[in-house]
């Protein structure tokens, strides 16, 4: 049998905007109140304000690096950019094995 979302379309984008809010932040989201958590323009609003954070924090490599630091991933355009990336993230997984052990 096929599952079928029977949720309305306010309660998927409450849905998406918490855990999206999380992601970003490490918190749920407290602040809205009961007319903002039930508009779901208001609630597309707030997940396109934080795709245009996420934008912003991407605008040097550095930024792009503590992105990678915090979990995301966050390809790179130019070759230069991936291959250092790339050597990055093997140190940050040397560094977790040693801490956490091979499981990490």
């Given at each position: 049998?096929?599952?079928?979302?029977?949720?309305?379309?306010v309660?998927?984008?409450?849905?998406?905007?918490?855990?999206?809010?999380?992601?970003?932040?490490?918190?749920?989201?407290?602040?809205?109140t009961?007319?903002?958590?039930?508009?779901?323009e208001?609630?597309?609003?707030?997940?396109?304000?934080?795709?245009q954070y996420?934008?912003l924090?991407?605008?040097t490599f550095?930024?792009?690096?503590?992105?990678?630091?915090?979990?995301?991933?966050?390809?790179?355009?130019?070759?230069?950019?991936?291959?250092?990336?790339f050597?990055?993230?093997?140190?940050?997984e040397?560094?977790?094995?040693?801490?956490?052990?091979?499981?990490a």
């Amino acid at each position: 049998m096929d599952y079928v979302d029977t949720r309305t379309q306010v309660e998927v984008l409450q849905d998406l905007f918490s855990d999206f809010h999380k992601d970003v932040h490490g918190f749920r989201p407290r602040f809205p109140t009961s007319e903002q958590w039930n508009s779901a323009e208001w609630l597309q609003q707030q997940i396109d304000q934080l795709h245009q954070y996420l934008e912003l924090r991407k605008a040097t490599f550095a930024q792009r690096e503590q992105l990678r630091e915090e979990g995301w991933h966050i390809p790179e355009d130019c070759a230069m950019c991936a291959a250092y990336a790339f050597y990055l993230e093997g140190i940050r997984e040397t560094e977790r094995k040693e801490l956490y052990g091979e499981y990490a």
